[in-house]
Structures are given as C-alpha cells and as structure tokens.
C-alpha cells in the first residue's frame, strides 16, 4: 500500500503512519525526559512549558496574514514559540521539541517528493529552530538564538530548494534567477516575520514579559 497520493499528498495510510512516529517522538520525550544545557532533567512542570509552547506555534502557524503561492508564509510568530524552549532548556529540548513539530507541520500541508525532501522541508527545516538554545546564557540571547535558529531553518529550506523543488520550475522559468531563487524565495518569508517578531519581543513590556515567563518555565 502506498503512502503518498499520485499528486504528493498523503493517503490515510500515511497519515496514519505520520501521527504514529508523532506520538513515537512525544512518548520518547516524555521517557526520557531529555536533560536540559544545565545537565538536568526536565521536570513535568517544564515538559508541559515544552507541550503548551508546541500547542501555540501550532495553533498560530495557522494564523497567517501573508502566504507565498509555493508554500511558505508569514505566521503569527509561530517560529517564535519553539525558539523559546531552546532558550529555557537548551539545544536538546529545542531540538527534540523542534522535530516534533516539523512532524506537525508535515500533518498539516504535506507535500513527498522523496524521503530526503520531507525531512529537508519539515524535520530538519524545524528541528532547527532548537538551535535558539546555543545562546541561551547568553545576553539578549532570545534574539540571538531565535535569529540562529529561523536562519537554520530557510538553510533546510533552501537546500530542499535546490535538491528538489528547482526542477518543477516552468519552461520559461529564466536561468539566471536559478542560482539564487531558493534563497530569495525561503528567505523572503522567514526574514519577514523575523523582522516583525524581532520587534515585538524587543519592545520593554514584551521583554520583560518574557522574562518573568522563563524565570517561572526554569523552576523545578
């Protein structure tokens, strides 16, 4: 039985299989309770900060004001709410967080051209964005990280570009763009919702919100 429909979908066998490895990523999660920067263990308390975060970047990667023909948009600071776990916990629990949801974006718009494609476009593209974590004792290391990680995340995107998405070009697609199309493409709607959340979270009641936010998400 095939998982994928003749025009890059998923059948509900892949659908099937998609939430399975889903729930497999959550449960290895919870089991393992992977351990923070700092070398500890995340506390239930923390995996549920982990789990609410996840909800909201799901939830508001829907809210989209602009969103480009070929896929990608600007969200509601979607990228932001996984960022964000990287910067409480660090790279290991943004990573496994940012898989996850790469897992649900793929159950939101899939589209298969390959295996590597999938991962290229959705696991490794939002697994990425864990990378906020490397900054995270650093100062003003929100923006650090979360510029790290979105950059991360259209360098997936690009390379998926390249490997795969290039060659569905029309015809007369001209060839001198064909060097830098990808990264202009993916870059145009990551950058601009960088710009907006950037400032959002940059403005003083927004920061310090966000620091009463972490102060309480890295309590046992």
Known sequence: MSIVT??????????????LAAVILVLAAGLLRSKTASGKKLSTKQLIFCAVSLALAFVTSYLRPFKLPFGGSVTLFSMLFICLIGNWYGVKAGIMTGLAYGILQFLQEPYVLSFFQVCCDYILAFGALGLAGIFWKSKNGLVK?????????????????????????????PQS??????????????LA???????VISLPPVSKALLVVRKTAQEA
């Open 6 to 19: 003749p025009d890059g979908g998923l059948t509900a066998l892949g659908y099937a299989l998609s939430i």
């Open 145 to 173: 990280g979360y510029l790290l990680g979105i950059l991360a995340r259209g360098a997936f995107h690009t390379l998926g570009g390249y490997l795969y998405w290039m060659d569905y070009m029309p015809e007369n697609f």
């Open 177 to 190: 763009l064909a060097a830098l199309y990808p990264i202009i493409y993916n870059y145009s709607y990551i």
């Open 193 to 199: 919702e960088a710009v907006l959340t950037v400032i």
